[in-house]
């Protein structure tokens, strides 16, 4: 599912009132998603990380020891003042929009995020 024009927007919104009102956490939010994305793991698992579901398979090309690494960032970014607030985000879009959130995060454009047919 690709979110459409009007979602990534509101999404994009939902996005720079914490990068607004809670800095520190959105600081550790780009961290842990730009770490995922140099890992090459999927959005998905990230979201699954974040929220304790179990949508995405675990990435089987991964060293154990390097995924501990990653799980060891979500835990402190998921220990952190307000982060129900980013919880919040993610549960409302059901992991449907996962991947589009984590690229706003990255700091792709609206359109750019809406046209991506790569998205994983």
Known sequence: ???????????????????????????????????????QVKYRYLADLMTGESVEPEPKFIKASVLELLIAEV?????????????????????ADAPEIFLLILGAGEETVVNNAIIS
Do not use: W
């Open 1 to 39: 599912m690709y979110a459409n024009q009007k979602t990534v927007r509101r999404m994009q919104h939902e996005l720079d009132y914490i990068s607004i009102e809670y800095p520190d956490l959105y600081e550790c939010i780009q961290h842990v998603t730009s770490f995922a994305r140099q890992l």
């Open 75 to 95: 835990g402190k970014l998921k220990a952190m003042p307000h982060f129900e607030v980013f919880l919040k985000l993610l549960n409302d879009n059901n992991h």
